[in-house]
């Protein structure tokens, strides 16, 4: 069964930095693209980024010169790189990838991880 995990969230002050990161479990051998989504307090969840395996990086304006999203060696990893974190990023940050081929499974479409808790608070 394939699964997405993600892990790296806590409770920071405000301007201190977080890396997040998301592993994809299973004998994977096609992940076109990974991202980062997150579920603030009260509100729905939002696009925060995400990069296909080889194109161009997307960023919601919000994060944009804060967070950096990053794809590691393996071919089912990412990375979310957060700086200068404000009160306002609080939220279960998601990870997601809308296509995923694994043996023994076959095409998996939109699969999420199960979150992790950022808290940005002074």
């Known amino acids: 069964q394939v699964q997405l995990v993600e892990s790296g969230g806590g409770l920071v002050q405000p301007g201190a930095s977080l890396r997040l990161s998301c592993e994809a479990s299973?004998?994977?051998?096609?992940?076109?693209?990974m991202g980062w989504h997150r579920q603030r307090p009260g509100k729905q969840r939002e696009l925060g980024g995400r990069t296909p395996s080889g194109g161009t990086v997307e960023y919601a304006d919000s994060v944009k010169g804060r967070f950096t999203i990053s794809r590691g060696s393996g071919r089912g990893t990412v990375y979310l790189q957060m700086n200068s974190l404000k009160p306002e990023d609080t939220a279960v940050y998601y990870c997601?990838?809308?296509?995923?081929?694994?043996?023994?499974?076959?095409?998996?479409?939109?699969?999420w991880g199960q979150g992790t808790q950022v808290t940005v608070s002074s």
């Open positions: 997601n990838a809308p296509l995923i081929a694994a043996r023994g499974v076959g095409v998996l479409s939109d699969v």
């Open positions: 299973g004998s994977i051998f096609i992940i076109n693209a």
